[in-house]
């Protein structure tokens, strides 16, 4: 992508016209090809973890957690500190991802371990 002028891993979001006719051929690999490619629902989300700054309140060169939903990128990890965050799951409705860090993001840690946070997303 002509925008993309460093070396770190990308994240890419494709959107696919689902196909007419007959479904692909299948490979003869060990996994097979889906039979048709749709693509995601326009409620579909994903969590993911980046060194790049995505949003304007990322202020840090630590890794952070983001989601990508209808469209939109969010930062899910609090914090601006030295510390990266990591993914660590999410609820099965989607509404909530969780993910740890060494960060204090609360007042109320008062030492250097990880921790797990959740942060809550509208669905």
């Not at 990308?10 to 996994?31: F, H, I, N, Q």
């Not at 990508?68 to 609090?78: P, Y």
């Amino acid at each position: 992508m002509a925008a993309d002028t460093d070396s770190s891993r990308d994240l890419y979001e494709r959107s696919v016209a689902p196909r007419s006719g007959p479904p692909p051929a299948r490979s003869t690999a060990t996994v097979p090809l889906p039979s048709t490619l749709r693509p995601p629902p326009p409620t579909a989300r994903g969590c993911f973890q980046s060194h790049e700054k995505l949003v304007s309140a990322d202020t840090d060169s630590s890794q952070d957690v983001y989601e990508r939903s209808g469209g939109t990128t969010s930062r899910v990890s609090a914090g601006n500190g030295a510390f990266n965050a990591d993914p660590d799951g999410a609820s099965p409705d989607g509404s909530a991802f969780f993910f740890a860090t060494q960060e204090k993001v609360i007042a109320e840690d008062e030492d250097a371990s990880f921790d797990v946070y959740g942060a809550y997303v509208a669905p």
